[in-house]
């Protein structure tokens, strides 16, 4: 089945530094990626998303680049802000039902 | 801006108790799921609808959970009998199904079993 693998946080990093947070995937056929952000006590907003290989999404200064070579979308961000501190998701979506599998999540705390 | 509306937003049930939660699609989105994320961890699919049918619910416990959203719009998930362990928060969301659109997620609804 598929299955999404997510860097193991948590991350905690000073403002202004730069950010990556690793993700690969396992999928049959061409999955679309995703990244999603939760605030504490809220439910998931998504960030960035790309839907085909070499497909690069970006938002809010966060990037992350489909590369099928390598099965990964790994999130980057030249540099992050206090109010970046959240969890976040990488996801899958594919198959003919669209079935939108999460990795395990990466809570990231910035430091002022 | 439309939005999946989930309620409640917080629930403290007893164990061995029903307990139901409600949520609503965003207009025009075929696609509605149901996930469970328990704290610390990341949301797993209960239940997936395309329109009111019932896509995947391989991973909803049938003993205990059901799931319904009988004429393809608003859709109840209920638990009977609530067990400590079913503690976490319940996520509802939607997307219009097509391929590569992202599904939107409400707010959740926190579950506590005391």
């Known amino acids: 089945g598929n299955s999404v693998t997510q860097m193991e946080g948590p991350v905690t990093l000073s403002e202004e530094a730069f950010l990556t947070i690793n993700c690969t995937y396992t999928a049959t056929g061409y999955p679309s990626l995703f990244w999603y952000v939760q605030y504490p006590g809220e439910g998931l907003q998504l960030l960035l998303k790309a839907t085909k290989a070499d497909d690069k999404g970006s938002n809010k200064g966060f990037e992350a680049t489909y590369r099928k070579e390598t099965t990964s979308f790994h999130l980057e961000k030249g540099s992050v802000q206090v109010s970046d501190s959240a969890v976040y998701f990488c996801?899958?979506?594919?198959?003919?039902?669209?079935?939108?599998?999460f990795g395990s999540g990466t809570q990231l705390t910035v430091l002022p | 801006e439309a939005e999946v509306a989930q309620s409640p937003r917080y629930k403290i049930t007893e164990k061995s108790q029903a307990v139901a939660f409600w949520c609503d699609p965003i207009s025009g989105h075929a696609t509605l799921y149901w996930y469970r994320q328990i704290l610390g961890q990341g949301p797993e699919l209960l239940v997936q609808f395309q329109d009111e049918s019932v896509v995947d619910d391989s991973q909803l416990p049938k003993d205990r959970f059901s799931a319904e959203r009988l004429k393809g719009v608003d859709s109840t998930l209920k638990i009977q009998p609530a067990e400590l362990g079913d503690s976490a928060m319940y996520l509802c969301a939607s997307s219009r199904g097509t391929l590569n659109t992202e599904a939107f997620f409400g707010q959740g609804t926190r579950l506590t079993v005391v």
């Open positions: 996801a899958s979506s594919s198959g003919s039902a669209r079935q939108l599998t």
